[in-house]
Antibody, heavy 119, light 107 residues
Framework: QVQLVQSGAELKKPGASVKVTCKAS????????MHWLRQAPGQGPEWMGV????????TSARKFLGRLTMTRDTSTSTVFMDLSGLRSEDTAVYYC????????????WGQGTLVTVSS | EIVLTQSPATLSLSPGERATLSCRAS??????LAWYQQKPGQAPRLLIY???NRATGVPPRFSGSGSGTDFTLTISGLEPEDFAVYYC?????????FGQGTKLEIK
């Protein structure tokens, strides 16, 4: 079965960067795009961007351009999300998610990684 | 970007009753709309995709309808485990966006 396992919680200071990892298993890694989403406390999910694990191409939501970097390691079926220039508004649970029922229908989610930005 | 507006914000019902949740898009998303259920401390769970298709393992009491800009999630015969927050999400174009959610609470 599809499993997405994310790295642990992070506490960062304003202006710092954070890197979250997502290790996939149970399916052919290169077959399905991997998305990153986040959810601030009390808010709905927010789509951040997507990476093609096969070729490495990425697309980011406009609000994250210049701050969001997504990469992958096909040898370990792992994707990485780097967010720089952190501010308090970036405090959220970050998720990786992929699909099987159709592109961008998020069937499968990681467990989430809490990133707290505080001085 | 496409804005999704969900109503009502909160819905208070009793087990066994029927729940009707709405999602309106600021422009047409064709049938590219999904519904998710989220419980505290958990990731969202996909219920319905492409407006009316149930995801794997979702009970038949959950159904979706609509196209264009107006969509509905119906839960027929609420079970205790159905009380949660529900979100709609479109995949019509980047950026994919979610509604602000409807909280379904026990009356």
């Amino acid at each position: 079965q599809v499993q997405l396992v994310q790295s642990g919680a992070e506490l960062k200071k304003p202006g710092a960067s954070v890197k979250v990892t997502c290790k996939a298993s149970g399916y052919i890694f290169s077959k399905y795009y991997m998305h990153w989403l986040r959810q601030a406390p009390g808010q709905g999910p927010e789509w951040m961007g997507v990476i093609d694990p096969s070729g490495g191409g990425t697309t980011s939501a406009r609000k994250f351009l210049g701050r969001l970097t997504m990469t992958r390691d096909t040898s370990t079926s792992t994707v990485f999300m780097d967010l720089s220039g952190l501010r308090s508004e970036d405090t959220a649970v970050y998720y990786c998610a992929t699909y099987s029922s159709g592109p961008a229908n998020f069937d499968h989610w990681g467990q989430g990684t809490l990133v707290t930005v505080s001085s | 970007e496409i804005v999704l507006t969900q109503s009502p914000a909160t819905l208070s019902l009793s087990p066994g009753e029927r729940a009707t949740l709405s999602c309106r898009a600021s422009q047409s998303v064709s049938s590219y709309l999904a519904w998710y259920q989220q419980k505290p401390g958990q990731a969202p769970r996909l219920l319905i995709y492409d407006a009316s298709n149930r995801a794997t393992g979702v009970p038949p009491r959950f159904s979706g309808s609509g196209s264009g800009t107006d969509f509905t999630l119906t839960i027929s015969g609420l079970e205790p485990e159905d009380f949660a927050v529900y979100y709609c999400q479109h995949r019509s174009d980047w950026p994919y966006t979610f509604g602000q959610g409807t909280k379904l609470e026990i009356k």
